[in-house]
């Protein structure tokens, strides 16, 4: 199965391991990710102003190019899969946005938001399914307690995420399970962990990303798996120095396809 | 040619203060018709109907039309006015110069131009009116009662006091409903069973009353005064007459792990059971779904215990048929389900319950016999957290929860926290709230004693997430008059859930073609004046089946609505409305279009002879409609494509007359 691919920036530098185990795992689970030719940056965040046209784009132009080639469009940063499912939504639900964008990109045919969009997650769990996933596993991860970490962006808003229960999602948990480790149960798995206002308000964001690893390590968590690149670096810089790692790298382990950490 | 008098209404000023009645009275006189008019300060006192009975006999009157207030107001009046005079009561006609005419301008000339042209419209339609007599039906005097709590139980022996028979059907093994679970009541904390019991006891006693339990309505044909109702009496394998309800069964089944219902599931029953002691009739039920030998054949036991000899794995649903004169709808409410609510974390731990489950924790008859043990561990909770408004007033959820206020949470969740720091003073007990709604006879003394004497923290916010950890509850709250989060350790989490009208409802208002509001309540006839009657004739609403309410309201509603039916049983005759609906047959083609419109089930189709010029005779399907069950909306004039149909005192021709009379 071939699907179109968007990395998204942070992909390019800082998580190029997020990027580089996504598609390996991919090939593993027959699947192939095409990356779309001269993606643009997602913008990084959903504008919610009605009449900002501009910073989203970048994300019809990469709905349409999946569409051209009647492909779902696949993405694993939690903020470009947010940006992505929320402007394909807008598309479908305001006649006006979706006018405005298809005269200013001006396609051969108008892009009317008909590309299924899946977050690498949902890939996994609704193509490729988590019992074939189970299946390749060659590595399992022997019990290691692993605490799953959603943060924001990846479930909400729910009404057009629609990706499990934003209150008590099991997308993490289920795949944890597949892949041989033990999800950890704590109350901070889908709390934010300071987002952008690491920039604004250091201390505040600290104080934010502390409590999630603070909660998580009280429950045992030897690990916090996460998708998102901005969850990992705050979680990272103002945690209690608990291993955080992209849900790509256990993947990775678990089918046996992760290099040896001396050469990454 | 009709002979017509015109009377116009000053109304005080309320009328002739923008309308100069004199010129509408003169103005009125060259209509065709007309051939007396006149204008008085008050038309609907003694003096001014005197005036029209006057005028009545003078000019030999055959029609009246009388331009005041709304038809609503005095229409009735003017009518009795013209029976007295020797008229047919159905040839006057309001014409409305005030609530749509002089309280609506401002300027005199516009407003006599419109109390004119009003006029002139009535005066049209009179010329065209024919006398009408309303039809007569009979009076079947029984009534029927569906759902057997204290609702239904109140209505039916109200009736029955009142000398008329009475049926209810309940579809559980035992009447009782919701009120039978509770614990205490609010505001005076009087035990609930100790108050319902008795009125039970007086139901299975009641000669007038018959009680079919464990039985569901399946069909209601009929009109007021003349339902046919078809019950069906399910199977409970045991012979209710012969059963002593001794329980002999009940302790030697095998079968011990079924989810007790009557204690919302948190502890077991048998497969064979009598919900609770003091159920009525106390008869035992098997359960099919559970029993071994009505399942594989194999077991028995009950049987071979049973002395009296009432177990009856052979027994079959029963349909029984009766006719009623009036049906009450008292099917009560459930709380809804808190699957959707999974920031609350109802379903990731049993600590989390609703307050009906608290209520049963609470209950000495309960599963834990009344001591207030968590369900995990059966341990003593030391901090209890109570979130109101679980689902209610929930607009920006509707996808979860409900519009509405549901009344009874606040009084139930402050007696809970009371209760609880009376028995338990070493108990933190935190309520969580939008608002304190308290507006009851004894109700907000009652609350500020659960904040003043008993010490409960109130805090006005929400609970934004509870999670599970360890053996605590960890929830998140904000209090929005300290502005700050708060983060409490709970051991239990008790959730007001919303309320919402039984499943039950909704098909039975079909069979009644009776009408809801879009959450499922049954709609009252009016709001305001008629709030215990269906728009249905015939059909009377008891309890919270119409909306949320309490125990008071409700058994006050019960009384209102069995008021309502002793009113309907003690005539002998119905009288209609003759303003109904009536096919023209040679005209109508057949199509059931009339049918589906009508939402009151008053059209039916039959096969009709019909005589032709060669003295043949061609059968046609023709629409007949039931002068007993039509309201008279004219919604079938509307549908039907062959012009056949037409409402009587609102005939097409007559409508056309009007508007003519207005454009001219």
């Not at chain 2, 609880?420 to 500020?448: A, C, L, M, Q, S």
Request: net charge neutral; charged share 25%; aromatic share 8%.
């Amino acid at each position: 199965m071939k699907v179109s691919y968007f990395p998204g920036c942070t992909l390019k530098n800082k998580a190029v391991i997020l990027d580089t185990y996504a598609r390996k795992c991919a090939e593993v689970l027959g699947v192939t990710l095409e990356e779309i030719e001269n993606w643009q940056c997602c913008g990084g965040v959903f504008t919610t102003s009605k009449d900002e046209v501009a910073t989203k784009l970048s994300s019809v132009r990469a709905l349409k190019y999946a569409q051209d080639r009647n492909q779902p469009l696949v993405s694993v940063c939690s903020a470009c899969h947010n940006v992505i499912k929320q402007t394909n939504h807008a598309i479908q639900t305001d006649a006006e946005f979706s006018d405005k964008v298809n005269r200013y990109i001006a396609p051969e045919s108008p892009y009317t938001g008909d590309t299924q969009v899946y977050h690498y997650l949902e890939l996994l769990r609704d193509v490729v399914g988590f019992d074939k996933v189970k299946e390749k596993v060659v590595n399992p991860l022997g019990g290691r307690k692993i605490a799953p970490y959603y943060g924001c962006l990846l479930l909400r808003p729910n009404t057009v995420m629609q990706m499990d229960d934003p209150e008590n999602p099991q997308i993490f948990e289920d795949l944890i399970r597949a892949l041989g480790g033990e999800p950890v149960a704590y109350s901070m798995r889908n709390e934010c962990c300071g987002g952008y206002v690491t920039m604004e308000n250091p201390e505040f964001a600290k104080s934010k990303s502390k409590a999630v690893t603070d909660n998580a390590t009280a429950f045992g968590a030897e690990c916090i798996v996460t998708a998102c690149p901005l969850c990992k670096y705050n979680l990272d810089k103002n945690g209690n120095s608990v291993p955080v790692v992209y849900f790509t790298e256990l993947l990775a382990e678990a089918l046996g396809v992760k290099e040896d950490e001396t050469n990454a | 040619m009709q002979r017509i008098g015109v009377f116009v209404c000053w109304c005080g000023t309320n009328i002739a203060g923008t309308v100069d009645v004199a010129a509408v009275s003169e103005a009125l006189k060259s209509e065709p018709g007309v051939v007396f008019s006149t204008n008085y300060q008050y038309m609907c006192s003694q003096a001014g109907q005197d005036i029209i009975k006057d005028a009545v006999k003078e000019h030999n009157l055959t029609g009246i039309v009388v331009c005041s207030c709304s038809p609503r107001m005095h229409e009735a009046t003017f009518r009795k006015t013209a029976a007295a005079a020797g008229l047919n009561p159905y040839m006057v006609e309001i014409a409305n110069i005030r609530e749509q005419c002089s309280w609506v301008h401002k300027d005199m000339l516009t407003g006599t131009e419109k109390a004119i042209i009003l006029g002139k419209a009535a005066v049209a339609k009179v010329n065209l009116n024919t006398p009408l007599t309303p039809g007569e039906s009979p009076v079947t005097k029984r009534a029927l009662v569906i759902g057997g709590g204290i609702a239904g139980i109140q209505t039916a022996l109200d009736i029955a006091d009142a000398g008329f028979p009475v049926d209810i059907v309940e579809k559980n093994p035992t009447i009782g409903g919701k009120m039978a679970q509770l614990d205490k009541t609010f505001p005076t904390l009087d035990c609930a069973a100790c108050i319902l019991t008795p009125k039970m006891v007086d139901v299975a006693q009641h000669e007038n009353i018959r009680i079919f339990s464990y039985s569901e309505v399946e069909e209601i044909g009929g009109f007021v005064g003349n339902f046919d109702v078809k019950i069906k009496k399910k199977a409970r394998f045991v012979k209710e007459d012969i059963c002593t309800g001794c329980g002999a069964c009940v302790e030697k089944c095998p079968m011990k792990k079924i989810p007790n219902e009557f204690n919302l599931g948190m502890d077991n029953r048998r497969a064979v059971y009598i919900p609770f002691a003091q159920a009525v009739p106390k008869v035992a039920t098997i359960d099919p779904s559970a029993c071994n030998m009505l399942k594989s054949g194999k077991c028995g036991i009950c049987s071979k215990v049973c002395t009296a000899g009432a177990i009856d794995y052979k027994q079959k649903d029963e349909l029984i048929e009766e006719k009623y004169g009036a049906i009450v709808v008292a099917t009560g409410f459930n709380p809804i389900s808190m699957d959707k609510f999974d920031e609350f974390a109802y379903n990731q731990s049993r600590d989390v319950i609703t307050s009906l489950e608290f209520e049963r924790l609470t209950n000495a008859a309960g599963p834990t016999q009344g001591k207030l043990l968590r369900p995990s561990d059966l341990e003593h909770p030391h901090t209890i957290v109570f979130v109101q408004c679980v689902g209610s007033r929930c607009d920006a959820c509707a996808e979860k929860g409900k519009e509405y206020c549901s009344k009874i949470c606040c009084m139930y969740t402050a007696k809970h926290a009371m209760l609880v720091r009376d028995k338990y003073p070493d108990t933190e007990v935190y309520v969580f709230y939008i608002d304190v709604r308290t507006p009851g006879k004894n109700f907000d003394e009652f609350y500020r004693r659960a904040v003043e004497e008993y010490g409960v923290r109130y805090i006005k916010g929400m609970v934004g997430k509870i999670t599970p950890e360890g053996d605590k509850l960890k929830v998140q709250a904000s209090d929005l008059l300290a502005d700050k989060q708060l983060h409490i350790d709970a051991d239990l989490v008790v959730l007001a859930a919303a309320i919402e009208p039984d499943k039950t409802a909704r098909p039975l208002a079909t069979m009644l073609t009776a009408s809801m509001d879009t959450n499922d309540f049954f709609t009252e006839a009016h709001p305001k004046l008629r709030p215990v009657e269906s728009p249905t004739a015939g059909v009377f609403l008891s309890g919270t089946c119409q909306g949320p309410k309490d125990i008071p309201e409700t058994v006050s509603q019960a009384s209102a609505a069995a008021a309502k039916v002793i009113g309907l049983l003690v005539k002998d005759k119905l009288t209609g409305n003759p303003c109904i609906a009536s096919p023209n047959e040679l005209m109508c083609n057949g199509c059931s279009s009339c049918e589906r419109v009508c939402p009151y089930g008053a059209i039916t189709y039959i096969d009709k002879e019909f005589p032709q010029p060669d003295r043949t005779v061609a059968v046609r399907r023709v629409a007949q409609v039931n002068p007993a069950v039509c309201q008279g909306c004219g919604a079938c004039t509307v549908a039907c494509m062959s012009g056949a149909m037409d409402l009587r005192g609102f005939m097409s021709s007559q409508i056309i007359a009007e508007v003519d009379a207005i454009c001219k």
